[in-house]
Nanobody, 115 residues
Framework: QVQLVESGGGLVQAGGSLRLSCAAS????????MGWYRQAPGKQREAVAV???????NYSYSVKGRFTISRDNAKNTAYLQMASLKPEDTAVYYC?????????WGRGTQVTVSS
């Protein structure tokens, strides 16, 4: 059983920055990958960034160069530093952890970017 709690969302003007956090807890051992996904109304959920336990990262084309994913393995926490935000970044952002053959999701945190 893994619980994921996201925080850090909010309302920001275009060009601004936000930092999201995802804290994992429960009866967990080694977590391989941790990732951030987002979903806007009427659209499919899409991967934003993924980080391995060793620190290797992958980003979607739309956020590469603007967002940075990181993690603290001792705290079982992942972060998403978002800069140069655009209105099209507006979405609910979800933390994702594949563990023990199950895909775990947080409840999400809303990010709204005004023009």
């Amino acid at each position: 059983q893994v619980q994921l709690v996201e925080s850090g969302g909010g309302l920001v003007q275009a060009g601004g920055s936000l930092r999201l956090s995802c804290a994992a807890s429960g009866s967990i051992g080694i977590i391989s990958n941790m990732g951030w996904y987002r979903q806007a109304p009427g659209k499919q959920r899409e991967a934003v960034a993924v980080i391995s336990r060793g620190g290797a990262t992958n980003y979607s084309y739309s956020v590469k160069g603007r967002f940075t994913i990181s993690r603290d393995n001792a705290k079982n926490t992942a972060y998403l530093q978002m800069a140069s935000l655009k209105p099209e970044d507006t979405a609910v952002y979800y933390c994702n952890v594949p563990y023990g053959s199950i895909n775990y999701w947080g409840r999400g945190t809303q990010v709204t970017v005004s023009s």
